[in-house]
Protein backbone atom coordinates (compact mmCIF):
# COMPACT_ATOMS: atom_id res chain seq x y z
CA UNK A 1 0.00 0.00 0.00
CA UNK A 2 0.81 3.62 -0.81
CA UNK A 3 2.15 5.74 2.58
CA UNK A 4 1.03 9.04 0.44
CA UNK A 5 -2.71 8.95 2.23
CA UNK A 6 -2.90 8.29 6.15
CA UNK A 7 -4.46 4.38 5.51
CA UNK A 8 -6.83 2.13 7.22
CA UNK A 9 -6.92 -1.82 7.08
CA UNK A 10 -8.91 -3.75 8.68
CA UNK A 11 -10.01 -7.29 8.54
CA UNK A 12 -8.39 -10.75 10.08
CA UNK A 13 -5.31 -12.75 9.12
CA UNK A 14 -3.56 -11.30 12.27
CA UNK A 15 -3.78 -7.74 10.82
CA UNK A 16 -6.75 -6.44 12.82
CA UNK A 17 -10.29 -6.75 14.06
CA UNK A 18 -12.05 -9.56 12.40
CA UNK A 19 -14.75 -7.78 9.71
CA UNK A 20 -16.53 -11.13 8.81
CA UNK A 21 -17.59 -14.39 10.31
CA UNK A 22 -17.34 -16.43 7.53
CA UNK A 23 -13.68 -15.56 5.85
CA UNK A 24 -11.12 -12.79 5.69
CA UNK A 25 -12.38 -9.94 4.94
CA UNK A 26 -10.65 -6.43 4.65
CA UNK A 27 -11.82 -2.75 4.52
CA UNK A 28 -9.36 -0.93 3.26
CA UNK A 29 -9.56 3.25 2.95
CA UNK A 30 -7.65 6.09 3.03
CA UNK A 31 -8.86 8.75 5.91
CA UNK A 32 -7.50 11.62 4.18
CA UNK A 33 -10.40 11.10 0.89
CA UNK A 34 -12.83 8.78 2.69
CA UNK A 35 -12.66 6.39 -0.23
CA UNK A 36 -12.60 2.68 0.73
CA UNK A 37 -12.50 -0.75 -0.74
CA UNK A 38 -13.74 -4.04 0.25
CA UNK A 39 -11.71 -7.40 -0.37
CA UNK A 40 -13.64 -10.64 -0.03
CA UNK A 41 -17.10 -9.37 1.35
CA UNK A 42 -17.75 -13.05 2.66
CA UNK A 43 -21.51 -12.09 3.47
CA UNK A 44 -20.84 -9.55 5.99
CA UNK A 45 -22.05 -6.08 4.30
CA UNK A 46 -24.24 -4.74 6.89
CA UNK A 47 -21.35 -5.26 9.55
CA UNK A 48 -18.76 -3.46 6.96
CA UNK A 49 -21.12 -0.55 6.06
CA UNK A 50 -20.78 -0.10 9.94
CA UNK A 51 -17.55 0.25 9.93
CA UNK A 52 -17.35 2.27 7.28
CA UNK A 53 -19.99 4.36 8.34
CA UNK A 54 -18.00 5.24 10.97
CA UNK A 55 -15.18 6.69 9.69
CA UNK A 56 -17.52 8.39 6.92
CA UNK A 57 -15.79 6.30 4.09
CA UNK A 58 -17.54 6.10 0.88
CA UNK A 59 -16.55 1.92 -0.56
CA UNK A 60 -15.85 2.18 -4.23
CA UNK A 61 -14.92 -1.15 -5.03
CA UNK A 62 -15.90 -5.19 -3.75
CA UNK A 63 -12.73 -6.48 -4.87
CA UNK A 64 -12.60 -10.53 -4.98
CA UNK A 65 -9.57 -12.21 -4.89
CA UNK A 66 -11.35 -15.38 -6.83
CA UNK A 67 -14.62 -16.16 -7.61
CA UNK A 68 -15.81 -19.12 -4.92
CA UNK A 69 -19.05 -18.60 -3.38
CA UNK A 70 -17.58 -17.68 -0.22
CA UNK A 71 -15.64 -14.82 -0.82
CA UNK A 72 -18.54 -13.63 -3.35
CA UNK A 73 -21.69 -13.62 -0.72
CA UNK A 74 -22.39 -10.24 -0.52
CA UNK A 75 -21.56 -8.98 -3.60
CA UNK A 76 -24.76 -8.49 -5.59
CA UNK A 77 -26.61 -6.06 -1.70
CA UNK A 78 -23.25 -4.29 -1.86
CA UNK A 79 -23.19 -3.03 -5.18
CA UNK A 80 -26.69 -2.10 -4.77
CA UNK A 81 -26.43 -0.63 -1.29
CA UNK A 82 -23.01 1.97 -2.22
CA UNK A 83 -23.17 1.43 -6.36
CA UNK A 84 -19.26 -0.06 -5.52
CA UNK A 85 -17.91 -1.46 -8.54
CA UNK A 86 -17.19 -5.12 -8.66
CA UNK A 87 -13.37 -5.95 -9.43
CA UNK A 88 -11.49 -9.36 -9.87
CA UNK A 89 -8.31 -10.54 -12.04
CA UNK A 90 -9.30 -10.48 -15.59
CA UNK A 91 -9.26 -14.71 -16.04
CA UNK A 92 -11.50 -15.29 -12.97
CA UNK A 93 -14.06 -12.80 -14.48
CA UNK A 94 -15.84 -15.52 -16.37
CA UNK A 95 -16.32 -17.80 -13.84
CA UNK A 96 -17.71 -14.51 -11.06
CA UNK A 97 -20.51 -14.74 -13.48
CA UNK A 98 -20.83 -18.09 -13.88
CA UNK A 99 -20.99 -19.64 -10.57
CA UNK A 100 -22.32 -23.34 -9.90
CA UNK A 101 -26.06 -23.27 -8.62
CA UNK A 102 -25.00 -26.12 -6.34
CA UNK A 103 -22.03 -24.10 -4.91
CA UNK A 104 -24.01 -20.95 -4.07
CA UNK A 105 -26.84 -23.23 -3.09
CA UNK A 106 -24.07 -24.74 -0.58
CA UNK A 107 -23.07 -21.44 0.96
CA UNK A 108 -26.97 -19.64 0.72
CA UNK A 109 -25.14 -17.13 -1.77
CA UNK A 110 -26.87 -15.26 -4.36
CA UNK A 111 -25.15 -14.90 -7.86
CA UNK A 112 -22.84 -11.96 -8.00
CA UNK A 113 -22.97 -9.38 -10.04
CA UNK A 114 -20.37 -9.34 -13.27
CA UNK A 115 -17.41 -7.72 -12.77
CA UNK A 116 -17.26 -3.70 -13.40
CA UNK A 117 -13.38 -3.86 -13.58
CA UNK A 118 -11.49 -6.76 -14.52
CA UNK A 119 -7.68 -6.61 -13.02
CA UNK A 120 -4.11 -8.12 -14.94
CA UNK A 121 -1.31 -9.13 -12.99
CA UNK A 122 0.48 -5.98 -11.68
CA UNK A 123 -2.77 -3.90 -11.65
CA UNK A 124 -3.57 -1.75 -9.39
CA UNK A 125 -6.50 -0.51 -7.37
CA UNK A 126 -6.59 2.39 -5.71
CA UNK A 127 -8.78 4.50 -3.54
CA UNK A 128 -8.07 7.67 -2.66
CA UNK A 129 -4.20 7.84 -2.37
CA UNK A 130 -3.83 4.49 -1.04
CA UNK A 131 -2.72 1.39 -3.84
CA UNK A 132 -2.99 -2.07 -4.39
CA UNK A 133 -0.95 -4.17 -6.25
CA UNK A 134 -2.69 -7.35 -7.82
CA UNK A 135 -0.89 -10.16 -8.44
CA UNK A 136 -2.30 -13.76 -9.74
CA UNK A 137 -0.96 -17.15 -9.31
CA UNK A 138 -2.79 -20.47 -9.80
CA UNK A 139 -5.16 -21.68 -7.24
CA UNK A 140 -6.32 -25.06 -6.25
CA UNK A 141 -8.57 -25.15 -9.29
CA UNK A 142 -7.42 -23.44 -12.79
CA UNK A 143 -7.90 -19.96 -10.98
CA UNK A 144 -6.39 -17.46 -10.90
CA UNK A 145 -6.11 -15.81 -7.33
CA UNK A 146 -5.22 -11.87 -6.44
CA UNK A 147 -3.28 -11.24 -3.57
CA UNK A 148 -2.98 -7.66 -2.89
CA UNK A 149 0.09 -6.09 -1.67
Known sequence: MSSACPQLL???????????????????????????????????E????????????T??????????ADHILG???MQELTGATTVIHELEAYALAHQSPDMLKMFIAEPSPPAGRTVKDGGVIAVGEV??????????????YLPLQ
Open 10 to 44: IGNGGRGRSLCRRSCAYLVGCEKMKAALVIDLAGD
Open 46 to 57: HRILEEAAKRSF
Open 59 to 68: IEYVVNTHSH
Open 75 to 77: NKR
Open 131 to 144: SLFGHSYPGSFPRR
